[in-house]
């Protein structure tokens, strides 16, 4: 399925949209709607091109503000990635710690047009290992046209390769203040974009599929997100960021083992991600049908 560009309106500040959670105010939902409103009468699709050519005057950071999307509950969010599309339904590729949040909770999806969309999460089974992987399909419908990532090839990626990590932190930490700002309300202003390098590609995978290790600021939120090499294609989801809590058991490789103190040092300092080779083979399991893309 071709993949199609969206142009942004240069204002900034935009919103949640029709759908909104109930804590928000009448006043609040209002301006929300408004702002949301304004980005769709600004929103334009156009640039058609085929899965296998990506034309030169579209950028890695385009690319990853069309397929980022934003995954709304009750009182936090995170990220995800389109990955296909069968008729009017969309599906987004995530982590399972973003959509696990209690029983039957209700999601909102925002996409990079300001719309947002009540989402369905699919369940999945377990890798072709055996092996849990934190990551799960989420499913939302529409008639409107959302372009879909390409899948690359992490098995391509050699270290100190250029890759961009995209999604949405939950949080704003001004310069020089004493305070933390919620991004929950901001919608696609959160919107981040960071650049690294592959710093890590260890032979044995860490615990649920965690195998990319890189230098990227990823935040709070961005779990979920993309992962992309510079031709902007899809090899890696966002996860962990760096110095998680728990120290070396944090770090356990999927075989029970731990790393060694000079290696768990270098692991610590890196954002991990979930690679393409490891959540395909579900992807594509889960997801016959679908119109998807990749190389």
């Given at each position: 399925?071709?993949?199609?560009?969206?142009?942004?309106?240069?204002?900034?500040?935009?919103?949640?949209?029709?759908?909104?959670?109930?804590?928000?105010?009448?006043q609040?939902t209002?301006?929300?709607?408004?702002?949301?409103?304004?980005?769709?009468?600004?929103?334009?699709?156009?640039?058609?091109?085929?899965?296998?050519?990506?034309?030169?005057n579209?950028?890695v950071?385009?690319?990853a503000?069309?397929?980022?999307?934003?995954?709304?509950?009750?009182?936090?969010?995170?990220?995800?990635v389109?990955i296909?599309?069968?008729?009017?339904?969309?599906?987004?590729?995530?982590?399972?710690?973003?959509?696990?949040?209690?029983n039957?909770?209700?999601y909102?999806?925002?996409?990079?047009?300001?719309?947002?969309?009540s989402?369905?999460?699919?369940?999945?089974?377990?890798?072709?290992?055996?092996?849990?992987?934190?990551?799960?399909?989420?499913?939302?419908?529409?008639?409107?046209?959302?372009?879909?990532?390409?899948?690359?090839?992490?098995?391509?990626l050699?270290?100190?390769?250029?890759?961009?990590?995209a999604?949405?932190?939950?949080?704003?930490f001004?310069?020089?203040?004493?305070y933390v700002?919620?991004?929950?309300?901001?919608?696609?202003?959160?919107?981040?974009?960071?650049?690294?390098?592959?710093?890590?590609?260890p032979?044995?995978?860490l615990?649920?599929?965690?195998?990319?290790?890189?230098?990227n600021?990823v935040k709070?939120?961005?779990?979920?997100?993309?992962?992309?090499n510079?031709?902007?294609?899809l090899?890696?989801?966002?996860?962990?960021?760096?110095?998680?809590?728990?120290?070396?058991?944090a770090?356990s490789?999927?075989?029970?083992t731990?790393?060694?103190?000079e290696?768990?040092?270098?692991?610590?300092?890196?954002?991990?991600?979930i690679?393409?080779?490891?959540?395909?083979?579900?992807?594509?399991?889960?997801?016959?049908?679908?119109?998807?893309?990749?190389r």
């Open positions: 399925m071709a993949r199609e560009p969206i142009q942004y309106p240069h204002k900034s500040g935009l919103s949640l949209g029709e759908q909104q959670t109930s804590h928000f105010s009448t609040e209002r301006l929300l709607n408004q702002r949301s409103t304004e980005a769709q009468k600004n929103h334009k699709i156009t640039n058609h091109y085929t899965p296998s050519h990506v034309p030169e579209l950028s950071p385009e690319i503000r069309d397929i980022t999307v934003r995954i709304l509950l009750e009182t936090t969010s995170g990220s995800g389109i296909g599309r069968q008729g009017n339904v969309y599906t987004v590729l995530t982590n399972e710690h973003v959509v696990n949040q209690g039957n909770p209700n909102i999806v925002l996409t990079s047009d300001g719309r947002t969309h989402g369905q999460w699919r369940h999945h089974t377990n890798g072709a290992d055996g092996k849990n992987l934190d990551i799960a399909l989420v499913e939302f419908k529409t008639d409107q046209t959302y372009p879909i990532a390409l899948m690359g090839n992490s098995r391509k050699s270290l100190n390769e250029r890759v961009y990590s999604g949405f932190p939950n949080y704003y001004p310069e020089n203040a004493n700002e919620s991004t929950y309300s901001w919608g696609l202003r959160a919107f981040a974009l960071t650049t690294g390098q592959v710093s890590l590609l032979e044995k995978p615990l649920n599929g965690y195998k990319l290790g890189y230098t600021d709070d939120g961005m779990s979920g997100g993309p992962v992309l510079q031709q902007g294609e090899v890696g989801i966002n996860g962990r960021h760096k110095y998680v809590l728990g120290g070396i058991n770090y490789f999927a075989d029970g731990q790393p060694s103190p290696l768990f040092e270098q692991m610590e300092a890196l954002s991990w991600g690679p393409s080779e490891k959540f395909m083979p579900i992807v594509n399991r889960q997801s016959t049908g679908l119109e998807s893309v990749s």
